[in-house]
């Protein structure tokens, strides 16, 4: 019992020495390594405190360890907002996390003609990564990040099944914290570069690219997430560039308002050129809903404009496709 006692003290001296040196750094500007010390001091103490409780009070049977619990399923809306903020704590030893959407979705139909003997039932999807670079460079705490998105529509149906289009936009984008005490809802400030380009060369007059320098944010209120975005294209030779007119059909802008709720999420995506004489632009409305409780979403998308895929930026297309969305 002496030695037990001894131990704690041992343990209790410790912790204050710590505590003091933590209290140290953080007078002389160094927040880094006070919050190192704190989050080790925090994981101590509750390992103590695990070991502490009854045993009664943490043994379960078998039966009850095997049955998932609903009420403890995790939040999409909070899963979602931890994903674009890039504060996911799981073990991840690369570091690539979801980045946009990711999902299948195998009946894509589109109401309109696709052109060259397309069928219109194809099958549609998109892989979207990021992987974060480093850090706090300039002392603002801010992220740099590349990223990665790649959107097929695959003629599956048809003879020989080719790819109608892919579309890949490798990215550069570096995250500014916000700190507004009477806004706590804004997010962050997002600068980026994105190059997109669907990889095809100009023998058939069907290569397409463009680059854009852009500045969103996001901001998340309760359940509801409105994400603005504007970009400036850089401009290109004019014998160069496959697609002078892009912006007269997809604009400057796009915006992303969002309903994210426990097991399902709601989202429409609105962009126009403004252009109130020559009016173009697109909506796309996503719905998706958590069907089989694993994280795997059915995922309803409808299209409506221009700028679906490059290859289809100056033709309007109207699309319904479902399939399946994976969760973040």
């Not at 040196?21 to 160094?30: N, P, S, T, V």
């Not at 252009?275 to 796309?284: E, L, M, P, T, V």
């Not at 679906?308 to 496709?321: G, V």
Request: aromatic fraction near 18%.
């Amino acid at each position: 019992m002496k030695k037990i006692i001894l131990f704690f003290l041992i343990c209790n001296l410790v912790w204050a020495e710590n505590f003091e040196e933590a209290l140290e750094f953080e007078k002389k500007g160094d927040y880094k390594k006070a919050m190192q010390i704190y989050k080790s001091l925090l994981l101590k103490n509750q390992a103590q405190s695990f070991v502490d409780d009854k045993p009664e009070k943490i043994a379960v049977s078998n039966t009850q360890t095997s049955q998932k619990n609903p009420e403890d399923k995790e939040d999409f809306s909070k899963l979602a907002l931890a994903n674009y903020l890039d504060e996911d704590t799981g073990f991840n030893p690369l570091g690539i996390t979801a980045y946009k959407m990711n999902y299948f979705l195998p009946f894509a139909y589109s109401f309109g003609s696709l052109g060259n003997d397309n069928r219109k039932m194809e099958m549609k999807f998109q892989l979207s990564i990021k992987k974060r670079l480093f850090e706090n460079l300039f002392g603002l705490n801010e992220k740099y990040y590349i990223g990665y998105t790649q959107t097929s529509w695959w003629q599956n149906y048809k003879h020989s099944s080719p790819f109608r289009e892919t579309n890949y936009q490798p990215e550069f984008f570096v995250d500014f914290p916000l700190y507004l005490k009477n806004y706590p809802f804004f997010n962050n400030l997002r600068l980026g570069i994105l190059h997109e380009s669907n990889g095809k060369g100009d023998e058939n007059l069907e290569s397409r690219s463009w680059n854009r320098i852009y500045a969103s944010t996001a901001i998340f209120y309760k359940r509801f997430l409105f994400v603005p975005r504007i970009w400036y294209r850089i401009p290109e030779e004019r014998k160069k560039d496959d697609n002078p007119d892009i912006t007269h059909y997809l604009g400057n802008f796009d915006l992303n308002l969002g309903y994210l709720g426990k097991d399902y999420f709601a989202n429409i995506m609105l962009r126009n050129n403004l252009d109130f004489r020559h009016n173009k632009g697109a909506i796309q409305v996503d719905v998706g809903y958590d069907i089989f409780n694993n994280g795997i979403y059915w995922y309803l998308q409808y299209f409506n404009g221009y700028g679906e895929s490059l290859i289809d930026y100056n033709r309007k297309l109207q699309r319904l496709s479902t399939g399946f969305l994976i969760s973040y």
